[in-house]
């Protein structure tokens, strides 16, 4: 879980960048315990934006997780940390949560492990169903956004405009770009298995973050 931050006591509404408070773009991923699924997502996105960025660009971009279930206070998954640890990736200090009204109402992108996770956001309200996809959805729709019509990460409005502008632009093509079988946009709980199932569901996990993280901050993952 991400520690609060300077935004944390914002009356509801209120965006960022106003009284000369930083702009920034918070991205929610949930899972169901928040344990597994989510914290690897929540901590490889991470681990790539700073890669990208370097750490002071990377903090316009708040990346957080919750479960729909979530085992709140709970540390994560042994071998979801391993896993982590792995990619080179920072699995330490996390702790579960569940997720609440306040982490979407708060939220400007939500990326789910599940269809399933994604109903359930959007059951909640707060008008999450334009900026909520699963995961896999969400890759799927930024491979077929040119990067030439998002703002330039280095213009006035920095990473944080062009994530506005890349979860608007998928939103558009969500209905033009379906899935090519229902089990396409699932990332499948690995809780309980060994750590090569986890291993597996990291390397998923890790495919699909690439273009989006790549199409979030304009800067290819380094080869």
């Known amino acids: 879980m991400t520690p609060p931050d300077g935004l944390s006591g ?3 509404g209120v965006p960022s960048g106003t009284y000369g ?8 991923h949930v899972s169901t315990g928040n344990v597994c699924r989510s914290p690897i997502t929540e901590r490889l996105t991470r681990h790539a ?6 750490h ?9 997780s919750a479960g729909t279930w979530g085992h709140e206070g709970a540390p994560m998954e042994e071998h979801a940390a391993a896993v982590l640890h792995e990619y080179g990736a920072d699995p330490s200090g996390f702790l579960g949560r569940e997720l609440l009204d306040e982490h979407v109402i708060r939220a400007d992108l939500v990326l789910t492990a599940t269809r399933d996770h994604r109903a359930q ?10 900026r909520t996809f699963t995961l896999k959805e969400f890759t799927r729709l930024v491979r077929a956004i040119d990067p030439a019509t998002l703002p330039d ?8 405009e062009r994530a506005r502008a890349l979860v ?3 939103a558009a093509l969500r209905g033009w770009l379906l899935a090519p079988s229902a089990e396409a946009d699932e990332v499948y709980d690995p ?3 060994p750590i090569t199932y986890f291993r597996s569901v990291g390397e998923e996990i890790h495919t699909a973050l690439d273009p989006v993280v790549t199409a979030l901050t304009g800067v290819p993952a380094r080869t």
Do not use: K, N, T, W
């Open 153 to 160: 990460p280095d213009g006035e409005g920095g990473v944080v």
């Open 56 to 64: 002071r660009r990377a903090g316009g971009l708040v990346v957080e």
């Open 49 to 54: 934006l700073v890669d990208r960025l370097g």
């Open 10 to 12: 914002m009356p509801a």
């Open 121 to 130: 956001v959007i059951s909640m309200g707060h008008s999450a169903g334009l």
């Open 168 to 170: 608007r632009a998928a």
């Open 21 to 28: 408070i930083p702009q920034v773009f918070r991205i929610l």
């Open 191 to 193: 809780y309980g298995a």
